[in-house]
């Protein structure tokens, strides 16, 4: 069975450190994707990245960046210079490969962990 | 514009009613699907939707019954509602031929049932 871990509940920072918001995964697939998604206060979930189980290489978007560690089954995520619009619910997720199926990506999501940067 | 839409965006109602939310797409995605998410938060899937065929089926009671007139469109209606119905439903939609491609959330529906 899949699962999702995000240890950290709420985290509470001041604008302009950085933050990591960690994941630890658990799957008996061999191939499989991770997913962060964002929930503002607003409500609505805002896809933020996808990273399949061969590509271990971290990404940068910006003020984001994304490190994935096979080997401790870690997916985490740094905000960089953290801003008051950071402030959400972040959720990480997995979805096992199906390869050569339709069968869509039932996601198992973690729990969230709510960011509030203060200004 | 919207990607996915779904109304209404709240719902309040009581015990025992049938309510429906229903749920569009323009993005020319394959699958559709219902997630719930809970009052701690937690989200979890309920059904999905490839091409109006229904391909996951969590354990849901049956009194939620999700339709699917056409590929764009995932309705979900629910009979005999109780209190413990009351969350937030995202319906979602991926295009499938991207192998696990990323789930397009509407913006939700928040019922409560009293």
């Keep these: 069975a899949q699962k999702v871990t995000q240890a950290q509940t709420e985290i509470s920072v001041v604008e302009k450190e950085d933050v990591t918001l960690d994941c630890v995964y658990e799957t008996r697939d061999t191939t499989y994707y991770l997913f962060w998604y964002k929930q503002p206060p607003s409500g609505e979930l805002v896809f933020l990245i996808r990273r399949n189980s061969f590509d271990e290489q971290n990404e940068i978007s910006g003020r984001y960046s994304w490190n994935f560690q096979k080997s401790t089954s870690s997916f985490n995520f740094t905000i960089t210079a953290s801003q008051v619009v950071d402030s959400a619910v972040y959720f990480c997720a997995l979805s096992e490969a199906k390869i050569g199926e339709t069968s869509g990506s039932r996601l198992t999501f973690g729990e969230g962990t709510q960011l509030t940067v203060n200004p | ?114």
């Design chain 2, 1 to 114: 514009d919207t990607a996915v839409s779904q109304t209404p965006k709240y719902l309040v109602t009581q015990m025992g009613n049938d309510k429906s939310i229903k749920c569009e797409q323009n993005l020319g995605h394959d699958t559709m699907y219902w997630y719930k998410q809970d009052s701690k938060k937690f989200l979890k899937i309920m059904f999905s939707y490839n091409n109006k065929e229904l391909i996951i089926n969590e354990t849901v009671p049956n009194r939620f019954s999700p339709k699917s007139p056409d590929k764009a469109h995932l309705n979900l209606h629910i009979n005999s509602l109780e209190l413990g119905d009351s969350a937030v439903y995202f319906c979602a939609s991926s295009q499938d031929r991207v192998e696990n491609s990323p789930l397009h959330f509407g913006n939700g529906t928040r019922l409560t049932v009293t």
